[in-house]
Nanobody, 124 residues
Framework: QQELVESGGGLVQPGGSLRLSCVAS????????IAWFRQAPGKEREAVSC????????NYLDSVKGRFTVSRDNAKLTVDLHMSSLKPEDTAIYFC?????????????????WGQGTQVTVSS
């Protein structure tokens, strides 16, 4: 069974850090694009970051550049999102998603598998 399972969300104060993990039980894990999306209440889902599990190349949303880092461990089939200097506007449900191609895209419709999401709340 191919599936994605996220963990690591929670409540954090502004300026704090969190690490989200996505365990991706997928065939050919090392030939995928795996992305992190987020969706805040009343807003559209947006792509936060993506990693090409084959090459390790990464993409980031402009507003998180320099604060978020995505990494993968092909042996453990995991993709982590390290988030620092968190802001209240980072509050959202965060989802990991995977597609059959190893090329990243910010178009959520091009992803074939989705996790259930994990809540991140940044508040004092």
């Amino acid at each position: 069974q191919q599936e994605l399972v996220e963990s690591g969300g929670g409540l954090v104060q502004p300026g704090g850090s969190l690490r989200l993990s996505c365990v991706a039980s997928l065939y050919n894990f090392d030939y995928r694009a795996i992305a992190w999306f987020r969706q805040a209440p009343g807003k559209e889902r947006e792509a936060v970051s993506c990693i090409n599990t084959r090459s390790g190349s990464t993409n980031y949303l402009d507003s998180v550049k320099g604060r978020f880092t995505v990494s993968r461990d092909n042996a453990k089939l995991t993709v982590d999102l390290h988030m620092s200097s968190l802001k209240p506007e980072d509050t959202a449900i965060y989802f990991c998603a995977a597609r059959f191609s190893h090329f990243c895209t910010s178009d959520s419709a091009r992803y074939d598998y989705w996790g259930q999401g994990t809540q991140v709340t940044v508040s004092s």
